[in-house]
């Protein structure tokens, strides 16, 4: 489940990445900084069109073989099975630059070169022959692969997230050119301030406030941001040192107030939980001086009372001793 808001903005990428997957060979690049949404705007814009989403997890010792690997699976879903797949790749990803090279070959001609060694070559081959044959097109090893690859890349749209800042970006683009000459680029730039306020209404929602205070608190939040990426272009402008303010540090500032809300929320709670049964006990103490101090009274009188005729019964004693 994802905690999507659907402020203008992200309904819009979403309208143009639903719009790009749908047409045929329709590949993205969405550039943008980290937490700007790419990756979930992706997904749902995939789940919208009935597509799937394949993703690499990359581990430790991921390498060029697992990749590879893994392109395998997904070129067994699309050029096999049949299944329209979403590639969706992050810039985070690449471990080795050839894991681009060979997107840039899906990119341009659907292929990845000696991805498949002789004896799987021809299994491949095999799993599209009935479709060739239903075609009434020659059963030729290169008629098969070439239907393969034409069904391959008939089923499957690459979605590459990638951000603009540093060096990364330009020599990727300079070293694989098909990342931009085959793909639409869609930007995502900052957040505007009204969907910062929705994003933090949101949040606040699920936090007990007044509901008096919901918007009031979510237009600090905006104010914050954008005061804060004013003064990064500020600095850039006067120091040349640039200050990177993303989605993602809005979100933790959001999530921060939320959580430090909770946490001060529980402990004023004990605090006055714990006031209240000390005054309770103290009530209950009163409440049992004060009887206690009725009985003390009532054990003074009957004291005297014993004082009184042990004293009388002294006197008598001692008259009779004398006698």
Not at 68 to 76: I, M, P, S
Request: net charge negative; proline share 4%.
């Amino acid at each position: 489940k994802m905690p999507l808001v659907m402020f203008v903005d992200a309904v819009g990428h979403v309208a143009r990445i639903s719009r790009i997957i749908r047409q045929p060979l329709g590949n993205a690049l969405l550039l943008g900084v980290g937490g700007s949404g790419r990756q979930s705007l992706t997904r749902l814009a995939s789940y919208i069109a009935g597509f799937k989403v394949f993703m690499i997890e990359v581990v430790r010792g991921y390498k060029m073989e697992l990749f590879r690997e893994d392109l395998k699976k997904l070129y067994e879903k699309a050029g096999v099975n049949g299944e329209n797949t979403v590639f969706l790749f992050n810039d985070t990803q690449v471990i080795e630059s050839g894991f681009l090279e060979d997107i840039n070959g899906m990119l341009t001609s659907g292929e990845v070169s000696n991805l498949y060694p002789p004896d799987e070559l021809a299994n491949v081959r095999e799993s599209v022959r009935g479709e060739v044959r239903a075609l009434g097109l020659p059963e030729q090893n290169d008629i098969l692969w070439a239907h393969f690859i034409e069904k391959f890349r008939s089923k499957v749209h690459i979605v590459l997230c990638m951000s603009p800042v540093g060096e990364n970006y330009r020599n990727y683009v300079r070293m694989f050119p098909a990342l931009v000459s085959c793909t639409t680029i869609n930007w995502f730039s900052e957040w505007p301030p009204d969907a910062l306020k929705e994003v933090a209404q949101r949040f606040l929602e699920d936090v007990t406030i007044d509901a008096e205070l919901v918007e009031p608190v979510a237009t600090i939040f905006a104010q914050t941001q954008t005061s804060v990426l004013a003064e990064s272009a500020s600095m850039l402008s006067r120091l040349g040192r640039p200050n990177y303010v993303t989605p993602t540090n809005y979100l933790e500032l959001v999530k921060g107030y939320c959580k430090l809300l909770g946490e001060k929320r529980h402990e004023v709670g004990s605090q006055r939980d714990k006031l209240a049964k000390g005054m309770e006990k103290l009530t209950e103490t009163g409440e049992q001086v004060g009887v206690m101090s009725v009985e003390l009274e009532k054990k003074k009188k009957e004291v005297a009372k014993a004082q009184t005729e042990t004293e009388e019964l002294l006197v008598v004693i001692v008259q009779e001793n004398h006698v």
